[in-house]
């Protein structure tokens, strides 16, 4: 019944109507009307519409095998889903760990009071903006982030964060045809090459706009340079980052960092010869009025480097970095398969093809690989169980449904490495005798699925998927589907609640096969194994641990960023080496590694070997690779509150411990921070994380209590404050109040940025906080000149 | 066929058998509450865990296969501490209370919610039953009781409580005046002989207990006529001579021998009281250090040293009820309640049974209630004002008053699972205050009443609605601490259950989905 109209009364008092649902038979026809097609239909329907109408989701279960219960349970399970109409733009607010660690919260309290989005609600009256609180937008980097429909904005303050929406609304006006980016022509031989990177922490940085200003001025220097997108630099500290490979007088490379569009001209005028004598004298003439006006933008390059050469900061950077996961990294065009070819890439399946697979299984258990995901299963034993299984049909899944907030490497590794982890499928399904393999991605990263949709489009096309059918499918916003046989559930459009372990996915997976579920990184190690041989890896590392492994270094650290390196460097090297230590004047204070299964360890503990072995002994897990640097403002209960909120939030439902246990945590918690905690709270908090952890169903209950027993282990002192009302990192805003001291000259730039008039405007004379008014968002005390607000 | 060890104990078990299988096979018990044998494990409630093999986690037993050379532990103090959490954790949000407010002020938690039900049914006799079990007295005590269970009648919140009191007069009095008046069964004689000093209300109502559970019992009395302070400290106008007369009768009736006029102490010595029977009650009213002295029993500030439990004095044998052991009493009910607990603890003393710890009966308390969840009470409560006044009631003031009570107690209370291992484990309802659910009664179902605030989602009804075809199914809605059970897409509960409506109110755990009273008489099957 195409074009049915199927409004019902009950639903027609919602603003938008939906009366014609015709659009729903489109999108089966195209999506399929098996069980498994739900969850691709309901994002489909949810693009078209924003939300989830009921009509629309009634006719779902007319024209499919999909049940009432199954639609109703899915569609209220995974947070990418709404139910209620959204706004015309979606504000989403990244509280990731980073984000949260820089002030998030504060973000969002200030981005709620310009919209007008009262408390307990999510839009705005007019429907014009709906805010979102998200778990990760994987931008740690730029904390905090938030991110209006498609554009992502880094570095947010409470005082920031409303320009973006300025922004925002001023680029909607702005007709995109204005400054059209031209096609480019075709450069010389000897041209230079300008190289941006154009991963989602890099375009959040705003690197799609200096990319578009470099291919503008390339053009109008008459096109004589190549652009090229390549994947994660790993210096995300840094972005946008410019790199420009000359030839000539300016041969060697030039390193241009934190770039801005004003500034992408005059780097393209510094290193391309401009083709024709006119344009060379407009050249000339246009960098003399450069030379009189002062430009904010970076003339100069930040750091000028030979290929081979490696100096200062830099050097401090990827000094202890290895790369094997990364390798090549910031050199290549991830989409393009030609050098990825030319860089040895699919070498690897080719040697697979002439191995036994038996000899492979053999090779990866030699080289010590272990799994990446987090829990650290030695990969040859359980690829082997896979190959042993019986049955024909088996699958290989990619597990990229990366939702740890505070971590982005499979991201990273999916946008900038798509090529080398459909190789490492490919030598997967070999080795295991399965003919299928599916990518499970999270919905959240569109660029990682349109990188991999691309690449193996471009795989197929020149056959080098030889016999293994791949697919992606996309995940929907469930923290918990990152445990395999959620996930499983998941891909068969079930909600993501796990299952009782055994039987393992190894003998009865998806759809009850025999399946080998591994994470990303872990599939991005295979081809150099594979390569290099298992002894050349084995050689890395330390331990039970061998190889390398990928970190999302975030937090307070003066270089954040993407790093590879081997198992066993400690993690003083990472924070202090790679890093660059903490911020000038403040003291490092511990390191959150793991996420929320994770722990904190301690600073005292810093020269802890970054190995499973030493991590379990310290009470935290490897995790999959978020490492959050915390220094002495951050607050170790409120961290604790944090992950718990989070776990809390994430937790399936399905068993009480989780449920109800870790609701019953964060409770405490949640008293804690507000000063309101009795004193056998903490005995009790502790009696419960212990038996959380052991009752719960699957990893996400078992290890949520994590950051609470570490940060009880090594923080105690700080959850004894707590108890007494005091907040001595100066954090948990119902523990402190921000006062004006002698120093107050009455200049009343504070009154003036007060976003709650909690400041009465008083020139010459010291002002005063009405603390009843006051919400604790710090801006005052970061505007005023005098240091004279402090918080108590 | 695997054989595993549980508790040290060897079990051979079939191919493909659980460990609760197993546990089951050896006579282990394991709490459980989502599980249903004949439906897939829903791995929800996590009470039946067990270790296996040593291992740091536990795992449920009930979807653990049975393996070969498997070391379980399942009572042990560390898996009884987790079970204890689970489900304290499931009663941190349930919303109920499972016995009601009244019975649980009364000192005697008489079944008032019970009783009420009988007489707006017009069945007094089973009303009458109802409150003797608690209660040997109720016509004295309907003149003379302070009301202590109107204080928590919850009907209080909206106009006034249910005269709960007048009632228990209301069917005490009508069994008095009819002509088949109603003598408490009796066991078969055990063999024992008791005694019990004193015949106040303590005396009397150890007494009727230790007759109805077949022991032979003589209270001594050092008044001429039995009733102790009933007789002599209340005022002839409030509580008839004849009422007293009639239920000390009644007691009379059932095989209790009086010998009066017997002064312990004086007439008949303690010893001499030991040596003629297997136990001796003292209830011989408030005593002082001199009194207690002539005795040879140790005392305190409040009166005879006892078992604050089982009520037992340090001499072999010998126990002690109401003032004698609790200090001078402004209420009879609590004599009247005491006497009966000592009289429980006797006859376990006689039957060789260790003294059970005795702690009030299990319930979780709802709270206060919001304006929105009384109403859901109200809906079905008698409209009617409360009665007050010296008067009695009439039969149709009776009816109409006793249908005012609101039924708040769970109609569950007799076979929850989550009651019964809650207090077999003895988990704390109020450990974990989480937020509670909403109360909410749903009476749609012709077959059915909905109770989502006690449902604990374990999923059963999810799976049998699924297993029926129901074509609307059951489902889970939203996720984690929010997660809720209802039927798919808006659906009602009918068109949720379909034919699967009584399997699943058979396997709800809880008072969630329960079967209707076939008749109205629902708690007394």
Redesign the interface.
Known sequence: MIGAVLDNP?SAKDPPVIADVSFVDEIVAARGAGPDALIPILQAIQDRCHWLP?PA??RV?EVTAI???????VA??YAGFRRTPAGEHIVRVCHGTACHVKGSTLVEDALRLYLGIAAGTDSDSQLRFTIQRVACLGCCTLAPVIQIDSITYGHRAADTAPDAVRDFLELQLANPDDHPVPAAAIPDPDAPVIRIGLGSCCVAGGAMRVHDELTREVSRLGGNARVEEVGCVGMCHQTPLVEVAGTGPLSGSSLYTRVSPDSAGSIVRRHVRPRGWWRRIGNAWRDAIDAIIPDDGPALPTRRYAPDACDGEICEFLGPQMRIATEHCGQLDPLDLDAYLAHGGFAAVAAARAMDPAAIIEALSASGLRGRGGAGFPTGQKWSKVAAAPGEAKYVIVNGDEGDPGAFMDRMILESYPYRVIEGVLIAARAVGASEGIFYIRHEYPLAVARIEQALDRCRGRGLLEGVSIRIVQGAG?FVCGEETALIASIEGQ?G?P??R?PYPSEAGLWGKPTLINNVETYAQIPWIVRHGPAAFARIGTGRSRGTKVFALTGKVQRGGLIEVPMGVTFRQIAEQIGGGVAPGRRLKAIQIGGPSGGCVPAELADTPIDYESLAGIGAIMGSGGLVVLDDTDCMVDIARYFLSFT??????????C??????ML?ILQRLCEGKARPDDLR?LE??AG?V?????CGLG?TAPNPVLTTLRYFRDEYQAHLEGRCPAGRCAALIRYEVVDGCIGCTKCAQVCPVGAIESRPYQIHEIDVTRCTRCDICRRECPTSAIVVR | MPTVAIDNQRIEVPDGATLLDAANAAGIEIPTLCHRPGCQ???????C?VRVNGA?????SC???AVEGMVVESETPAVH??RR??LE??L??HAGDCLAPCEMICPAHMDIPRMLDHIAAGRDREALITIKEAIALPAVLGRICPELCERGCRRSKHDSPVAICKLKRFAADADLASDDVYLPECAALSGHRVAVVGAGPAGLAAALELRRRGHEVTIFDQAPRPGGALRDGVGRDVLPERILDAEIDVIRAVGVRFEQACRLGTDRSLDDLRRGHDAVILAIGAIDAERARELSLPCDAKGLRVDRQTLATPLDGVFAAGASALGPLKHAIRSIASGRSAGQSVDQALRGESPARRHGPFTVRLGVLEPRELEVFLRSADPAARVDGPEGLSVEAARAQAARCLQCACSAQDDCRLRYWSDRYSASPS?????RRAVDRIETHPLLVWEPGKC??C?LC?QI??ASGA?????????????RIAP????DLVQGLESAARRAAEACPTAALRLRAASSDSKSA
């Open positions: 009950a009921d989701l009634r279960c049940t009432p219960a199954q639609l109703d349970s209220g399970f469930a909600r609640m299952v009782l055994p809390q939030a994430e937790s399936c439902g399905k068993c009480a411990p449920r109800l246990g870790t609701r019953a409770d009790s009696s419960l038996d952890k052991c009752s719960s169903l078992q | 494990p829903n791995t929800s409630c996590m009470a865990v740091a986690r536990l795992v449920p979807a653990t296969v501490q987790a959490t689970a954790l499931l941190g949000e450990r974990y205050k989480l937020e604990i989602s999923g999810v609605a699924a074509a609307s199914g059951m489902t889970f809605i939203g996720r984690g601490f929010q997660m798919a897409m808006g659906a």
